[in-house]
C-alpha cells in the first residue's frame, strides 16, 4: 500500500529469494540439516532483504520526487551507490558480530544458534551480492511506469 504498486512490492520482494539461496547453500555446505533453528535464521534474513529492497527503491522514488533526477541510468546507478554503503556497513557488521557462533559450533550452548548464524551468514552474502546487481536491474526494467504513477499523485511524504 505504501508505493500503490504491485511492481515495486515484486521488486522489493524479490530479494528474499535471492537471500535464500545463500542461505540453503551455506546449509549444505556446513552439513547442517534444516531445524527450527535454521527456520528462525531464516525469518531474520527475510526481514534484512526486505528492509534492503525499501530502502533502495524508496530512495530510487525520493530522488526523482525531491531531488528532480529523472528516471534512467544516472539516477539508478547514483542511488544505488549511495545506498550502497549502509547496505555493506549493515551485512559486514552482522556477519562480523555472527562469527564466534560460526566458528564455535561445538561449544556448549551454541548448537542451536550455530544454525542460526549459517543461515543469516550465508544469506547476508547473496543477499548484498544479487541486490546490489539484480534489484537496480528489475527497477530498470520494470519501474519506469509505477514510478510515473507514483508521482503523479503529488503526495508530499518521503517514500
Known sequence: SRYRSVVLTAIIMGNIPLALVGSVIALWISGQPLSVAALVGFITLTGIATRNGILKISHYINLCAFEGE????????????????????TALVAAFALVPLLVSADAPGKEVLHPVAVVI????????????LLTPLMFWLWGEKPLAQLLEAHDTENY
Do not use: A
Open 70 to 89: 529523472k528516471f534512467g541510468r544516472k539516477m539508478i546507478v547514483r542511488g544505488s551507490l549511495e545506498r550502497l554503503t549502509p547496505v555493506l556497513m
Open 121 to 132: 551468514f550465508g544469506g547476508l552474502i547473496s543477499s548484498t551480492l544479487l541486490d546490489s
